[in-house]
């Protein structure tokens, strides 16, 4: 298995612009998770999705944020308008079940 | 909510020794998942071991052990004959074992790894 992809790996956007991540999980899970790493609050929760439907936002920051799992293959992260203090490293990560959660490559939004 | 605790921003270890991470962890659950994850330069998340709560037995894998103290809840990692390939951020994390409440994991800050040859 091609493990959880995501894209862009690197992403240099202007303040104002917006910012779309994809990731795609591994074939047969059911759960997807977005994280966001920064070094002031280290990894966090963004939100959940279980059966591609989303269980708990409740670390999304702010309406500037948005996610959607349109199917079992593929999930979307965008930030309108973003800002300087949204660069961070962004992490998609899957699971089956009750298992062990696969995380992918990260991307790294750099917003200036 | 729980709350994942390292203490220890920075380790240093020579090369063949050993060197234990520390983690605290606050949760009034009983049942749930203790994981350590290593997070190298390339800043992929890669799973060291897990720990599950109900069981007594501290995990192992290979050089990397861990010493689970449930009721001072503490979760260290061993890592034993220290290589230069451990040199890594490392994150300790807890899981709840409930499935209406999702398994995302709570992170602590980290402990960055220094192997020296």
């Known amino acids: 298995d091609a493990g959880v992809i995501q894209s862009p790996r690197h992403e240099v956007t202007e303040m104002g612009q917006e910012v779309t991540l994809r990731c795609k999980p591994i074939s047969g899970h059911n759960s997807l998770f977005w994280y966001r790493q920064t070094m002031m609050r280290g990894l966090e929760l963004l939100i959940y999705?279980?059966?591609?439907?989303?269980?708990?936002d409740s670390g999304m920051p702010e309406d500037r944020f948005s996610a959607k799992m349109p199917n079992a293959s593929f999930s979307t992260l965008k930030i309108q308008p973003s800002e300087p203090r949204d660069s961070a490293v962004y992490f998609c990560?899957?699971?089956?079940?009750?298992?062990?959660?696969?995380f992918g490559p990260g991307t790294r939004l750099t917003v200036t | 909510a729980q709350t994942v605790t390292q203490s220890q921003p920075e380790m240093s270890v020579q090369e063949a020794e050993t060197v234990t991470l520390s983690c605290t962890y606050d949760?009034?659950?009983?049942?749930?998942?203790l994981f350590w994850y290593k997070q190298p330069p390339s800043r992929q998340m890669i799973l060291v071991i897990r720990q599950e709560a109900y069981k007594q037995q501290n995990a192992t894998e290979n050089r990397f052990s861990v010493n689970f103290q449930k009721a001072a809840k503490s979760f260290s990692l061993k890592i034993s004959d220290s290589q230069l390939g451990d040199a890594a951020m490392y994150f300790c994390a807890y899981r709840r074992d409930n499935s209406n409440s999702g398994y995302a994991l709570n992170f602590g800050k980290g402990t960055s790894l220094l192997v020296t040859p």
């Open positions: 990560a899957s699971l089956r079940g009750f298992g062990e959660q696969y």
């Open positions: 949760t009034s659950e009983s049942d749930y998942y």
């Open positions: 999705f279980n059966n591609n439907v989303p269980i708990d």
